[in-house]
T-cell receptor, first 111, second 109 residues
Framework: RKEVEQDPGPFNVPEGATVAFNCTYS??????FFWYRQDCRKEPKLLMS???SGNEDGRFTAQLNRASQYISLLIRDSKLSDSATYLC????????????FGQGTELSVKP | DVKVTQSSRYLVKRTGEKVFLECVQD?????MFWYRQDPGLGLRLIYF???????EKGDIPEGYSVSREKKERFSLILESASTNQTSMYLC????????FGPGTRLTVT
């Protein structure tokens, strides 16, 4: 079983739609969680951290469910510019700060 | 503006050649990382380094080595390139937030 699993998609949605991605992780001792975004042929960049209480950044909402070991990302009012691959990232406890990346979920927002 | 640079964007090498990929960061980060990214497999950690002259194996170190002689520079070495090392190689620095270089697309023929 992979340490971090995501639905690879692609998710094809119209502009203005709400879309949600989930990510599950296997190490219950994981301590930190993030979403990164990777545009086509570009490097990954941090989108947002994921806090236990859930957090929001504009149209983006991230949530963590430790009991079920999953993380989610909700994008409201999708824009064409949101088209990218979204990478779920987990930092396991006591592994020297290594980041474990999911394989990514591809989002395509259509006009 | 933070910056991680990699020596080449595209590289074509022959099987058996020794290949050097260089990465430089200007953020004074102690931690630096080398990943490869392949379709369907995502980002996989090859090696990382917490400090000058220190290195730790990642998940797929076989066939690779690294060098960290200066804090800002982290090199990945393919001792004898093979076709299964054709991939996108990404360098990163940082801790919880990692800053990535633009990547080197290496083709081994």
């Amino acid at each position: 079983r992979k340490e971090v699993e995501q639905d690879p998609g692609p998710f094809n949605v119209p502009e203005g739609a709400t879309v949600a991605f989930n990510c599950t992780y296997s190490n219950s001792a994981s301590q930190s969680f993030f979403w990164y975004r990777q545009d086509c042929r570009k490097e990954p960049k941090l989108l947002m951290s994921v806090y236990s209480s859930g957090n929001e950044d504009g149209r983006f909402t991230a949530q963590l469910n430790r009991a079920s070991q999953y993380i989610s990302l909700l994008i409201r009012d999708s824009k064409l510019s949101d088209s990218a691959t979204y990478l779920c990232v987990v930092i396991p406890y006591n592994q020297g700060g290594k980041l474990i990346f999911g394989q990514g979920t591809e989002l395509s927002v259509k006009p | 503006d933070v910056k991680v640079t990699q020596s080449s964007r595209y590289l074509v090498k022959r099987t058996g050649e020794k290949v050097f990929l260089e990465c430089v960061q200007d953020m004074d980060h102690e931690n630096m990382f080398w990943y490869r990214q392949d379709p369907g497999l995502g980002l996989r950690l090859i090696y990382f380094s917490y400090d000058v002259k220190m290195k730790e194996k990642g998940d797929i170190p076989e066939g690779y080595s690294v060098s960290r002689e200066k804090k800002e520079r982290f090199s990945l070495i393919l001792e004898s390139a093979s076709t299964n090392q054709t991939s996108m190689y990404l360098c990163a620095s940082g801790t919880y937030e990692q800053y990535f270089g633009p990547g080197t697309r290496l083709t081994v023929t």
